[in-house]
């Protein structure tokens, strides 16, 4: 019971404490509210409350600082206005804020937890007891799911003798049940694309002859890998289905991946189909056609590269060439995709580094064919749970291991204090004829310092640590062709040391470098540090990645540096990244095709995704099925999740 409420003022000008005495049959305790004196309209003498918060011994007594309460009803209850007790005209709200498991929401807007729960549990009130449930009954019985309505009500408002650790673990079964019906929905919708991409028709399937194999086995230089043979018959599989392939090539950095698209390539052009090769960045795209058109130099294709900096006379050439259909392949970067590109018969588009293109632009690109066969490569593996999501409506070919003669690559990590032990060590490298990078950060919020520093890492490389050597600068702010001169340079042998920005992240190829230098290597991400890795150790040396690192460490960048000199394996590494960073921030922006969840987690509940998958397929294959849930999921997938369909 209220004994008394007052507000009392203090010495500091404005601030005020509101003090109340209540009591219970064990005693009489007071309870304070610093600076909310307009709590003096909601208390009143002979009101009975409920008090939670910590209790402390003061030279006044018991006290309860800043506690939560409640209003239960009393003897003026029939009287008193439904608002000063917290609760609403429609519903008897005794006991919601204690006494009990409580919701606790994050404030939104001038919504307090306290007023969210009063709402959440009107809006639960005005429920039908019978309320449609999306998932089918049988879904249900095999998950062990309880029904939608029970779920809604218990997440909110727990039973009574809930396992508070299985609720803050989003493990009870109304999580459960929340959690699977959105990734069901989520899986159903991903199929039904899948489906209706299988429901298209190319123009023609591709054949296989003995004379496209003979033609296959001329231009291979080496010995293919089980995983590279293997990821062909995949792709060819596809290819000669009288569907559209829509396929992600997943590989490790330097695990040949170039020669399964090549492959892919000589097959359409065989069958006289014409081949758009697309690569993030113009020395990408350069490096692609020189090897190609090394590889295919013997053949009866013409092979043209088109870039942003290709001149207007000589576009206006290919344009017209590709229109005719006299170039059978088109290596290039987005320019591939300008309006006034057209094919005579594009039969197969292969997409590099597919992560750094829009959805938009991958898009694009297929529009200039018939429903082409689509090939998509990454060297960033993608865990399986993202893979179900962000790439659930393609097939995966997944490439693992090495060609033969790749040695692994020795990585250490080391702090700033033994930089000149590691310059000792490039030196003798540098003298056995080897070629060396020096990585330098370069983020967007300090560009302009991180520019400074590479610029004067350069300087101070060519002019006191390697006199004796040639040094090169790369970074993202030069123009297209200072870019490409440079690194022309480094991969002729025309400089040994390149001092870059992450611009070589991707695909960069030079068999003569052995070392790898990475500076601040704390402040980049662990997908990153392993692409850079990954431009050494592409030839028959043995090469080498110091990770330069500033003391003191967090505990993130720990693990992060931990992960990369423990294993090689760029599947393993992306797990340990997707673990390190979550969904979101793996794959960059939201363009990347991650749908908006609303209780799932990719990570915590990937278990759970994988039921869903399993479950919808089920669905799905079943004739009789749910017709009137996938009209839902049709109506409002894609609104639902954020997603925007390509097709």
């Excluded at 019906?181 to 054949?207: C, H, S, T």
């Excluded at 997943?250 to 690569?279: C, R």
């Excluded at 006199?467 to 001169?485: I, N, Q």
Aim: charge should be neutral; charged fraction near 25%; glycine fraction near 8%.
């Amino acid at each position: 019971d209220v004994i008394s409420c007052g507000v009392r003022p203090t010495r500091r000008a404005g601030f005020k404490i509101l003090e109340l005495l209540v009591r219970d049959p064990t005693g009489a305790l007071r309870a304070v509210w610093f600076n909310q004196p307009f709590l003096a309209d909601v208390f009143r003498p002979r009101q009975r409350i409920v008090l939670y918060g910590k209790l402390e011994l003061t030279s006044h007594g018991l006290q309860l600082q800043n506690p939560q309460y409640e209003l239960l009803k009393d003897k003026d209850a029939e009287d008193a206005d439904p608002d000063d007790r917290g609760e609403s005209p429609g519903g008897d709200l005794e006991g919601l804020h204690t006494g009990r498991i409580v919701p606790v929401y994050e404030k939104t807007g001038h919504l307090t937890t306290k007023v969210q729960r009063v709402l959440v549990h009107q809006a639960l009130a005005g429920l039908p007891a019978d309320l449609p449930d999306s998932l089918p009954g049988e879904v249900r019985d095999r998950q062990g799911l309880i029904d939608r309505r029970r779920a809604l009500a218990e997440v909110h408002f727990p039973p009574e003798g809930a396992p508070l650790d299985e609720l803050n673990r989003f493990r009870s079964p109304a999580h459960r049940r929340l959690i699977f019906e959105e990734f069901f929905l989520f899986q159903i919708g991903i199929l039904l694309r899948r489906r209706a991409a299988d429901a298209d028709l190319k123009a023609r399937p591709v054949v296989i002859t003995d004379d496209i194999r003979a033609s296959a086995r001329r231009v291979l230089p080496f010995r293919l890998t089980g995983d590279q043979k293997k990821a062909i018959a995949e792709i060819v599989g596809d290819m000669k289905r009288p569907h559209p392939m829509n396929r992600l090539l997943q590989g490790d950095v330097g695990s040949g991946k170039t020669i399964v698209a090549l492959m892919a390539a000589l097959v359409a052009m065989e069958n006289g189909l014409q081949v758009a090769f697309m690569a993030p960045t113009e020395i990408l795209a350069d490096q692609h056609f020189i090897n190609i058109r090394r590889l295919l130099e013997g053949s009866r294709f013409r092979i043209a590269s088109l870039t942003g900096s290709t001149p207007a006379r000589k576009r206006r050439e290919l344009q017209a060439e590709l229109a005719g259909g006299s170039v059978h392949m088109a290596v290039g970067t987005h320019a591939l995709i300008e309006e006034a590109v057209a094919f005579r018969e594009l039969g197969l588009v292969v997409i590099d580094e597919q992560h750094r293109f829009g959805v938009m632009q991958r898009a694009a690109l297929r529009a200039k064919g018939l429903h082409p066969d689509v090939l998509v490569m990454t060297a960033t593996p993608i865990p399986r749970t993202l893979a179900l999501t962000a790439y659930g409506d393609l097939d995966t070919s997944t490439m693992r291991e090495m060609p033969p003669g790749r040695r692994p690559i020795k990585t250490t990590a080391k702090p700033e204090s033994r930089r000149d032990e590691i310059y000792e060590f490039m030196r003798q490298q540098l003298d056995s004829g080897r070629q060396a990078y020096v990585i330098y950060p370069l983020v967007e919020e300090s560009a302009k310092v991180d520019l400074k520093a590479a610029t004067e890492m350069a300087d101070h490389l060519a002019q006191e640590v390697f006199p004796a050597y040639r040094v090169g600068l790369l970074h993202g702010k030069m123009k297209e062709d200072a870019k490409d001169h440079v690194m022309g340079a480094f991969a002729r042998g025309d400089l040994d040391v390149l001092v870059a920005t992450t611009v070589v992240e991707v695909g960069v190829d030079v068999p003569n470098a052995t070392v790898m230098l990475i500076e601040h290597a704390e402040r980049f991400g662990l997908s990153q540090l392993h692409q850079l890795r990954g431009r050494v150790g592409r030839g028959a040396h043995q090469s080498f990645c110091m990770l330069l690192y500033q003391a003191p460490l967090s505990d993130q960048s720990r693990a992060r540096l931990a992960a990369l000199t423990e294993t090689a394996d760029g599947f393993e590494i992306a797990e340990r990244d997707l673990q390190l960073r979550g969904p979101g921030d793996f794959f960059g922006t939201r363009q990347s095709g991650l749908p908006t969840l609303r209780v799932g987690d990719l990570l915590r509940d990937h278990q759970l995704m994988e039921d869903a998958r399993r479950e919808a397929v089920a669905v799905l294959d079943n004739p009789q099925g749910a017709p009137a849930l996938i009209e839902m999921v049709r109506a409002s997938w894609e609104q639902r999740f954020g997603l925007v369909g390509v097709g």
